[in-house]
């Protein structure tokens, strides 16, 4: 394509966007003389939101190929003998340049655009139709950059490809915001690395740091990289204890209340208290009395859900396990959560044909203990979409409300978090239905329907007698990222089977 076809072609683009904009001011200024006038504004907005996305990502493919092409030519176009790290320094400053960007991000446009043309077909394609957005694609890249190409076509396909073997169910990767999709593609990243995450996990324990940068207004940022455990039990303590400072005389907010607890407890003094509690924060009281400590501040109870395969907890399989909040952590990390001080843990009895919990039953208006837990395994999160606010912060809501004749069953409660539980009863966002499995999705005011994301559940690892002994086979190298283990290929037999099964493998240990 010459330079001059290239120009025509931009023209057009232009032309295209003077129209879009047209239709923005027109529809803006003056709405369409239909019954309900505003509403066809808001509605005309959305399309063309919705187009303008799709666009950007199809320029996003376009611009991610012409920059592996333009690499792969300057590279034949070199010198003979000019070394291959100057080649990647002109490639980058001239990329640089002419984006009007530094070399380190042009640097990483050309590796993520090399990657993708080469090595993740499925993830330009969605690009390029305008399914995926550029965040999405760049999320792809760094989950496979260091898997073996046949690791990285699993996990893309595991996302992409909808005749995938156990494909990803619920909201697709496109439709969920890219910081979700990468949180889902880290998850089934760890579960199924060709390495075995005990090693992983032994190997980033080397690396535990604390770090400090500074930023603008007179504040920094500390940071702490700590194995996965102590940094959510962490997490979990001053939210804890937060919660248990909010009240009628507290102003600050949750997110607040965390900072000055880290940073009162760090420098050994005091609980960050400005006034709710009588302290001065300097020493005593106006009485004279001593500083109000820790200790005397009744704490909630934080839960902290671990999931462990039963197999994996009793170590015939090195399974990893799933800590609420964060995603896969090592079954000997689990192991020793239930062993030392886990005192909320708890047991989930999973299908060992599919991976999801059983269910639980309870026929009362408020929901149980039980039925609070179950939600959690079967949400993960609040389910709205885009939310990460996890299930240690959600509220139990009936979908159908129970003055309708709603039931309080798992099929008709879902998990918001208090700022979604409240949108859905002070605007008209309405929820979905849902099953035992899948959580509700959601309707916005224009009437359009966005699915929530669903958990991942995958069948635990048997150990061999058992796979005999309950009709489950194995077949060895049907998983291309774990090629020695193979994948569950289910047979289905009855569910009474299963359980007496294990049973009886239980009972012999």
């Known amino acids: 394509m010459g330079s001059g076809t290239a120009a025509r072609a931009f023209e057009a683009i232009e032309a295209a966007l003077s129209v879009l904009r047209g239709e923005v001011a027109r529809a803006a200024n003056g709405p369409l ?18 187009g303008v996305a799709r666009t950007e990502a199809r320029v996003a493919a376009l611009k991610a190929a012409a920059a592996a092409a333009f690499a792969e030519s300057a590279r034949c176009m070199a010198p003979p003998d000019m070394p291959v790290q100057a080649q990647e320094m002109a490639v980058a400053a001239e990329v640089g340049c002419i984006l009007a960007i530094g070399d380190r991000a042009a640097g990483a446009l050309l590796a993520q655009s090399y990657a993708l043309t080469t090595s993740l077909p499925r993830t330009l394609e969605a690009l390029t139709e305008g399914t995926m957005s550029w965040q999405h694609a760049r999320v792809m890249v760094d989950e496979t950059a260091t898997l073996s190409s046949k ?35 880290r998850v089934w990243r760890e579960r199924h690395h060709p390495e075995s995450i005990e090693k992983r996990h032994a190997k980033g324990i080397e690396d535990r740091c ?18 996965a455990d102590q940094a959510m039990a962490i997490w979990n303590r001053y939210t804890a204890i937060a919660r248990g400072l909010q009240g009628r005389n507290e102003e600050r907010t949750l997110t607040q209340l965390r900072a000055d607890l880290f940073a009162a407890t760090a420098l050994r003094g005091g609980t960050g208290c400005t006034g709710c509690c009588g302290w001065n924060g300097v020493g005593v009281d106006e009485a004279g009395n001593p500083p109000k400590g820790l200790a005397d501040v009744q704490v ?37 959560l239930v062993a030392n001080g886990a005192a909320s843990f708890y047991r989930v009895l999973v299908d060992p044909r599919d991976g999801a ?59 918001p978090c208090p700022k979604h539980h409240r949108l859905r009863h002070v605007s008209r966002w ?78 012999a240990r």
């Open 33 to 50: 003389a239909q019954s309900d006038p505003l509403a066809a504004v808001a509605d005309e907005c959305l399309d063309i939101l919705a």
């Open 151 to 185: 690791a990285a076509t699993a996990l893309e396909a595991h996302f992409l490809d909808p005749d995938a073997p156990n494909a990803a169910r619920g909201c697709p990767a496109g439709e969920m915001p890219a910081y979700r999709f990468r949180h889902k593609a």
């Open 210 to 227: 604390l770090e400090f940068s500074p930023e603008q207004d007179g504040m920094a940022r500390l940071s702490a990289r700590l194995p």
């Open 300 to 336: 909630p109870r934080a839960e902290v859900l671990v999931t462990v395969p039963v197999f994996s907890l009793l170590g015939a399989t090195d399974e990893p396990a799933m800590l609420d909040g964060y995603g896969p952590i090592p079954a000997s990390m689990a192991r020793d």
């Open 357 to 415: 919990p059983l269910e639980i039953g309870r026929t009362s208006y408020r929901p149980g203990k039980a039925m609070r837990r179950w939600l959690r395994l079967r949400d993960g999160k609040c389910p709205f979409p885009g939310c990460n606010n996890n299930s240690l912060d959600n509220e139990a809501d009936h979908l159908l409300a129970w003055h309708q004749g709603g039931t309080t069953g798992i099929s008709n409660l879902g998990q």
């Open 430 to 507: 309405r929820p979905t239905a849902a099953s035992k499995n899948e959580p509700p999705g959601w309707v916005s005011p224009s009437g359009r329907k966005y699915r929530s994301e669903h958990q991942d559940w995958e069948p635990p690892e048997l150990p061999p007698p058992l796979q005999a002994r309950a009709g489950i086979l194995t077949q060895p190298g049907r998983d291309a990222m774990m090629p020695n283990k193979g994948t569950v290929d289910y047979f289905r037999p009855p569910r009474s089977h299963v359980e007496e099964c294990l049973a009886e493998y239980l009972a």
